[in-house]
């Protein structure tokens, strides 16, 4: 790519990395609904279910990541950019590869923060509920909390590397970072084991009647009952607008509805949006995980209440309802 390709009109451009993803996506088309236009959209594609995310939105120009972030190492900066919203990473976690993750994910992250920080860009960035691993020290955004975290997972750990680094510069008053919780809805078809248990579970009811679930390997959780914050993709894109509108709210936050609700939960909600009865079958966890598995998380909100942003959530039921409708019935349709 040559600088060249940075070339834009009078308005200012905004930098989306991930933006044929799931939460970059469906925030890109939120962008446009809020009448910003001139977007580099920096991915991979790698996918053609993916980057059908990218169906009627507008942006300026498309770059893979690995050309991009070569460009910025180099020097060869797009001039009058606005803000960047870092929401590219792999969030496989299942992923072990430890040198692929600190450099997709931590030192990727770190090059596009000392360039935005130093040329005064606002910089949003995805961080993840995985760094709070199995939720034994709690679900608090509070920074003083985040070097006792532990997470369960790499992923979670070349999270977690990041936001320690913001913090040993003392940098979080100057970015915002997004702890997201478990988001599902459109837009996530192309993410293969990683997609939400709705979309699963949708496929095993339309191919053989019912929904399969973990058992429980602890005592105080009976089978399907361990729970998640489970926030839908539309309110996730609702809180952002509201960061991006009051851009003097700085830090680390977490983006979850401050509700645990349990896979039973989920589970009869897709089952009440097709009008069905309820069919659960428990199955064993696969080994490799067992000692991963978070059996509890819930976002704590406080901090994000307390910083003005306020919303309204929708209910699990009702957000499934318009997933499974609206979306999964209507072939997969993206937001």
Wanted: hydrophobic share 35%; net charge negative; charged share 25%.
């Amino acid at each position: 790519m040559g600088k060249q390709q940075f070339k834009k009109p009078h308005n200012s451009l905004i930098i989306l990395t991930g933006g044929a993803g799931f939460i970059g996506s469906c925030w890109l088309m939120k962008l446009n609904q809020l009448g910003y236009h001139h977007i580099l959209v920096v991915d991979e594609d790698d996918s053609v279910v993916k980057m059908n995310n990218l169906t009627n939105k507008t942006y300026t120009d498309f770059i893979d990541k690995t050309d991009f972030i070569k460009e910025i190492k180099t020097g060869d900066y797009p001039e009058d950019v606005a803000a960047i919203f870092h929401i590219g990473a792999c969030s496989s976690t299942m992923e072990t590869d430890v040198d692929f993750l600190s450099d997709n994910n931590t030192e990727y992250s770190k090059i596009l923060a000392q360039w935005a920080l130093r040329d005064n860009i606002l910089f949003y960035y995805a961080s993840s509920a995985a760094t709070y691993g199995d939720g034994s020290q709690g679900y608090s955004d509070d920074e003083v909390e985040i070097p006792g975290l532990k997470p369960l997972n790499l992923y979670g750990q070349s999270k977690q590397l990041f936001d320690l680094w913001l913090l040993e510069n003392n940098l979080t008053d100057k970015i915002v970072g997004f702890k997201y919780f478990n988001v599902y809805g459109p837009n996530e078809y192309h993410k293969g084991e990683m997609k939400s248990l709705v979309v699963k579970a949708y496929q095993q009811i339309k191919n053989d009647g019912q929904i399969r679930l973990f058992k429980s390997y602890r005592p105080e959780y009976q089978a399907g009952e361990q729970k998640r914050d489970f926030v839908y993709i539309k309110d996730v894109i609702e809180l952002m607008a509201k960061f991006f509108h009051q851009p003097q709210i700085k830090g680390i936050y977490n983006i979850g509805t401050g509700q645990a609700r349990s896979w039973n939960d989920l589970a009869k909600a897709i089952f009440a949006a097709l009008k069905l009865k309820p069919m659960i079958e428990y199955i064993e966890m696969p080994e490799q995980i067992k000692d991963k598995y978070q059996y509890f998380t819930q976002a704590d909100i406080s901090k994000l209440q307390k910083a003005g942003i306020k919303h309204q959530f929708m209910t699990l039921e009702e957000a499934v309802a318009d997933y499974v409708q609206n979306y999964l019935e209507k072939g997969f349709a993206t937001l």
